[in-house]
C-alpha cells in the first residue's frame, strides 16, 4: 500500500506538469484549431529562460554573459512573461496570414517554427545541459503524508502551481469579458467578428495565455529533474498532446484531466509492468490509440471536432502579390507543360539524373545525391496517403522501420550470427526482401490503418503519430530480436551476381533504379480509378461517399500502398546505411518526410524529389556559410525560416501546378462527369 501511495504521488506531480502543457495545446487549438507544435519549444525556452535568470552568470552563443540572479519565484515569472510575448510574436509573424489558410499550412508552419526554434534554442545556450540552481525551498526536507508518502517541498508547489493556473484559467473563460470573446471566437470566427468581437486580438491573448502555460511546465519539470536542454520540450510536448487529446481537445478541464490520468498511468506503468520504466512511454501511445479508437472525441471532447475540413489539406492557388506571381508563372507554365508529356519528362528527368551520376567526381556528392533519393522515395511512399488520399499521416516511419528491420535481421542476426552463413552467398537474398519487406509494410499499414477509419482530421493524425512512437519504442525495448538502442551493424552492402556494389557510383544507380521504379508503379496506380477514388477522397471525402466511393476501402488500399513503398524502400536503406538503430526512425524524421512533399508539391511525382533535394542539398551547401561554421545548428533554422515563408506565399509548394488533378487532363464537362461516375461505378464493385 505503501508503495502503491507514493506511485499516485509520483504520477499526480508528473500529472500537473502534463496538465500544463495540455492546457496550452488545448487553448489554442479551441479557438483556432490549431495543433501548435511549437508549444513543446516554447516549453523548453521558458525552462532556460527560468535557469539562465536565476545564475549568476551563463554561456551564451560562446560567451560568457552576466545574469541578474534572480530569485526563483521572480525568475519564473519574467520567463513565464517573455514566452507568452515570443508566443504573440511567433502568432502575429507566421500564424496570423493563415487564418484562411487551407488546413495543413498552418500545421505544416507550426513543425517549421519548432525547428527554428529549438536550432536557435541550441545556438544560444549550447547543446550541454543547463543545470538548474539549487534554491531555498528545494532544500527543506520532503513531507510526509501517511508516514509512508514522501513529497519534497517542490513537489507539493508544481502541483499548487499547476492546480491554482488551471483553476484560475477555468474561471478566466467562464467569466471574464474576454473569456467570453474567446468562446465565441472558437464556436465560429465569423460570427464573432460580426458582431464586434475582435478576433486577431482574442487569438493573440490565446497564443500568450497558452505560450505562458506552457512556460510555467517547463518551469516546472526543468526545476524537478534538475536541468534544462535544447531538446527538452520534444517528448513532454508529445506527452502533453496525448493528454490534450485524451481528455478531449478543446477542452480545458479535459486537458487537466488528461495530464493527470497520463501521469498516474505511466507512474502506476513503471512501478508494476515488467521493465515497466523503459515501458511506460509505449504505454501512454497504447493508452491514446485504445481511448481514441473507443472514443474519438476523448474523455471529456465534442464529437464535432473528429471531423476533417473541407477540401484538399493545401487547397488551390493562392493568392500572390505581383512580383511572386511574376516569379511562380514560368515555372507554373513549365510544369503545366510537362505535366501533358509526362512520360517523356520522366525519361528525361532519369536521363538527367544518370548523367549526374557519371559526371559527378567526388564520392561525397554521389552519396549525398543517393540520399536524396532514398529521401525522394520515402516522401513518395508518404505522398500516396497524405498528398493523394488526403489523410495526414505522422506514423509512416514505422513502415519505413519494419523494411529496414526486416533485412537486417535475416541478413546479420539470423544468418550470420544464428547459423555462420557467409553473407556474400546469400546476396539474392536483398532482392528477395525488396518486395518481401514492401509487403509486410504494407500488412502491417492495413493493420494499423483500419482502427483510424473513425477518425478524421487532427484526431487521424494524432493516432497515426501513436502508432509510429508505438514501433519506435518497440524497437528500442525488444532488445532480442532488433538489439536495442545499439542498433544492427554489419550490414551487407548489395551485390549483384557476385559483384558488390558498395561504391558510391553503384549505389547511386542502384537507388535511381529503385526510384523511378517506385515512381512508374506509383503513378500508374495513381492514374488507374483507384487514384482517382484517392483524389476524389482528397479534394472532399463527403462528396466521394455521396458519389458512391467507398472511402474505407480505398483509405485502406492508400494505407497498403504508402507502407509498401516504406517497407520496400526501407530495404535498401539498411543495405546502403549498413546499420539502423531505432534512432533513424523517429518522429522527427516523419516530420521531415511530410516536410519535403510541402516543400516539393503535395499531390504530385516530382514534389517529394524537389523538396529531398532542397533540405538535403541546401544543408551540405549552408555549411560554407561562415557563420554556420561557427554554429552548425543554425542549418536547421535557416531551413526552417524558408518554409515558414514559404507556406506565407506559396501553401502548395513549388511543384504545385503539377498536382493530379481529381479529373485527367483533357476532360472536358461531359467527360469529366463520365470520368467521375467510372470512378464511383468500379469503386463500387
Not at 473528429?306 to 477540401?311: F, M, P, S, V
Not at 510541402?598 to 542539398?617: D, H, N, R, S
Not at 555549411?623 to 518554409?643: C, H, K, N, S
Request: neutral net charge; aromatic residues 10%; proline residues 5%.
Amino acid at each position: 500500500m505503501d508503495y502503491f501511495g507514493q506511485l499516485l504521488a509520483n504520477g499526480l506531480v508528473l500529472g500537473a506538469v502534463y496538465a500544463l502543457a495540455a492546457v496550452a495545446f488545448t487553448l489554442v487549438y479551441g479557438v483556432v484549431r490549431l495543433v501548435n507544435f511549437a508549444f513543446g519549444e516554447l516549453f523548453m525556452v521558458g525552462a532556460f529562460l527560468t535557469t539562465s535568470l536565476m545564475l549568476p552568470e551563463v554561456r551564451l552563443v560562446g560567451h560568457v554573459v552576466p545574469m541578474p540572479g534572480f530569485s526563483f519565484p521572480v525568475a519564473a515569472l519574467v520567463a513565464v512573461l517573455l514566452t507568452a510575448a515570443l508566443g504573440v510574436a511567433v502568432d502575429r509573424i507566421a500564424y496570423r496570414p493563415l487564418r484562411r489558410a487551407p488546413r495543413l499550412a498552418p500545421l505544416i508552419t507550426s513543425i517549421a517554427v519548432s525547428v527554428v526554434l529549438q536550432s536557435l534554442a541550441q545556438t544560444v545556450w549550447g547543446a550541454e545541459e543547463l543545470r538548474f540552481p539549487e534554491f531555498e525551498l528545494a532544500t527543506y526536507p520532503p513531507v510526509v503524508l501517511f508516514d509512508s508518502i514522501y513529497l519534497s517541498v517542490m513537489d507539493l508547489v508544481v502541483m499548487a502551481s499547476a492546480l491554482c493556473a488551471m483553476t484560475g484559467l477555468t474561471l478566466f473563460v467562464a467569466r471574464s469579458s474576454l473569456g467570453r470573446a474567446m468562446r465565441a471566437s472558437a464556436e465560429d470566427q465569423t460570427a464573432a467578428l460580426l458582431v464586434g468581437v475582435p478576433v486577431d486580438r482574442v487569438v493573440a491573448a490565446a497564443f500568450a495565455i497558452g505560450s505562458g502555460f506552457a512556460a510555467l511546465a517547463g518551469v516546472l519539470y526543468a526545476q524537478t529533474y534538475g536541468f534544462a536542454h535544447s531538446s527538452m520540450g520534444f517528448l513532454p510536448g508529445l506527452k502533453a498532446l496525448t493528454a490534450a487529446v485524451l481528455g478531449g481537445i478543446g477542452s480545458i478541464p479535459g486537458a487537466a484531466l488528461g495530464g493527470v490520468v497520463l501521469g498516474l498511468v505511466e507512474a502506476l506503468g513503471a512501478g508494476y509492468l515488467p521493465n515497466g520504466t523503459a515501458w511506460k512511454d509505449a504505454i501512454s501511445f497504447v493508452l491514446l490509440v485504445l481511448l481514441l479508437y473507443v472514443r474519438p472525441q476523448g474523455l471529456l471532447g465534442r464529437p464535432e471536432l473528429n471531423a476533417a475540413g473541407r477540401g484538399s489539406l493545401l487547397g488551390g492557388a493562392a493568392e500572390m502579390g505581383g512580383w511572386l506571381r511574376g516569379v511562380f508563372a514560368g515555372l507554373d507554365r513549365l510544369l503545366a507543360g510537362s505535366s501533358a508529356r509526362g512520360g517523356a519528362v520522366a525519361l528525361g528527368a532519369v536521363a538527367l539524373a544518370a548523367a549526374a551520376g557519371l559526371l559527378v567526381p567526388s564520392d561525397y556528392w554521389l552519396r549525398i545525391l543517393t540520399t536524396v533519393l532514398i529521401y525522394g522515395m520515402l516522401a513518395s511512399g508518404l505522398n500516396v496517403i497524405v498528398g493523394f488520399a488526403g489523410l495526414l499521416d505522422l506514423g509512416f516511419v514505422a513502415f519505413w522501420a519494419v523494411g529496414s528491420y526486416l533485412t537486417s535481421i535475416l541478413f546479420v542476426l539470423v544468418l550470420k550470427d544464428g547459423f555462420g552463413v557467409a553473407l556474400q552467398e546469400t546476396w539474392w537474398l536483398f532482392y528477395l526482401n525488396l518486395p518481401l519487406g514492401g509487403l509486410l509494410a504494407a500488412a502491417l499499414a492495413v493493420l494499423l490503418g483500419t482502427p483510424t477509419l473513425r477518425l478524421r482530421g487532427d484526431y487521424l493524425a494524432i493516432m497515426t503519430l501513436g502508432f509510429g512512437e508505438i514501433v519506435r519504442i518497440v524497437a528500442i525495448n525488444w532488445v532480442g530480436l532488433t538489439n536495442g538502442p545499439m542498433g544492427i551493424r554489419g550490414i551487407p552492402a548489395p551485390v549483384l551476381f557476385g559483384v558488390p556494389l558498395g561504391t558510391p557510383r553503384a549505389q547511386f544507380f542502384l537507388a535511381l533504379t529503385l526510384a523511378a521504379a517506385v515512381v512508374f508503379i506509383v503513378a500508374r496506380l495513381v492514374r488507374s480509378y483507384v487514384g482517382r477514388a484517392w483524389v476524389a477522397i482528397r479534394e472532399d471525402e463527403e462528396a466521394a461517399e455521396a458519389m458512391g466511393v467507398p472511402t474505407a476501402r480505398y483509405k485502406l488500399y492508400a494505407y497498403a500502398m504508402s507502407g509498401f513503398v516504406g517497407g520496400f524502400v526501407g530495404v535498401f536503406y539498411a543495405h546502403y546505411q549498413q546499420y539502423i538503430s531505432p534512432l533513424n526512425f523517429s518522429l522527427f524524421e516523419n516530420i521531415i518526410l511530410l516536410m519535403l512533399i510541402v516543400l516539393g508539391g503535395l499531390g504530385t511525382f516530382i514534389g517529394p524529389f524537389v523538396g529531398a533535394v532542397i533540405w538535403i542539398v541546401f544543408l551540405q551547401v549552408a555549411i560554407d556559410i561562415p557563420f554556420v561554421q561557427a554554429y552548425p545548428e543554425t542549418r536547421f533554422a535557416l531551413l526552417g525560416v524558408i518554409l515558414i515563408a514559404l507556406m506565407l506565399f506559396r501553401p502548395q509548394g513549388l511543384a504545385a501546378s503539377a498536382r493530379v488533378p481529381l479529373v485527367m487532363a483533357g476532360a472536358g464537362p461531359g467527360k469529366a462527369g463520365r470520368a467521375e461516375g467510372a470512378v464511383a461505378g468500379r469503386a463500387g464493385t
